[in-house]
């Protein structure tokens, strides 16, 4: 088993520094690698990664989260793996990210200890109430919230929240200090919008992973991030 390179608290102040929370999709990568893309990511300033992969095996996930683990140190980055607690556990990864179908977040944070953060799921006002409970308790460090959009980077999305489910994140994360990301379909032409709410942070898959130039990507989501809020 793999070191991991942060700590809890350390991977969380990546988080709290990144507006733009980067996810890969090698299926939707114009034919580059993970690797590629992360890299490029890093180079513009990315220091939240989620490795998020569904249809490799689990030989090939292994070996290529070793080389992301690698690469993600060097930048100083918080890596974060989706659904896969062993393979999380397996390279020294900052933290396990799990849906409301994957194991249940308590039982994640026996098998990981105290020092790796757990990121949740949610998609309605239920699963946040659950999520600031196991947020109070010290299971889970930050919540995603969606999909604000349409997506088209899971074979089997969750209903679109829209930005009504993005306020009701703000408010009830602003009075219970639970962080969040938006995620979902989040683009540069709509995420001035999802930061007008009051998402501080939005997780970005496609629009980075299929740009040619992925730091200028990077630095236009951003840039339309400060347009609309202050972050």
């Known amino acids: 088993m793999e070191k991991k390179v942060l700590g809890r608290r350390e991977a969380m102040v990546r988080f709290e520094e990144s507006p733009i929370y980067v996810i890969t ?3 939707q990568s ?4 993970n690797l590629t893309v992360v890299r490029a990511a890093l180079e513009a300033g990315a220091k939240f990664v989620q490795y998020r992969e569904k249809k490799k095996a689990l030989r090939a996930m292994y070996e290529e989260g070793l080389l992301l683990r690698k690469l993600t140190a060097e930048y100083g980055a918080a ?30 944070r026996e ?3 105290d020092d790796m953060v757990i990121g949740l799921s949610t998609h309605n006002k239920e699963d946040l109430t659950e999520a600031v409970a196991l947020y109070r308790q ?18 089997k999305p969750a209903p679109v929240t829209g930005l009504d489910y993005v306020e009701l994140a703000v408010d009830t994360c602003a009075e219970t200090g639970l962080p969040f ?16 709410v009051g998402a501080e942070h939005c997780a970005v898959v496609s629009d980075i992973t299929m ?18 809020a202050l972050i």
């Open 25 to 27: 999709d090698e299926g």
């Open 138 to 155: 010290g299971i889970i460090d930050y919540v995603g919230v969606g999909p604000v959009y349409p997506t088209q980077t899971k074979d």
């Open 211 to 228: 740009a040619e130039d992925i730091g200028g990507k990077i630095a236009a989501l951003t840039a339309s991030m400060k347009k609309f």
């Open 30 to 33: 114009a034919g580059r690698g």
């Open 181 to 196: 990301v938006a995620i979902g379909g989040i683009k540069e032409h709509n995420i001035g919008a999802v930061a007008a």
């Open 79 to 108: 890596l974060i793996v989706d659904d896969f607690v062993d393979l999380a556990m397996l390279i020294g990864a900052d933290g396990v990210h799990v849906g409301q179908d994957d194991l249940p977040a308590a039982a994640v």
């Open 111 to 113: 098998l990981v200890g």
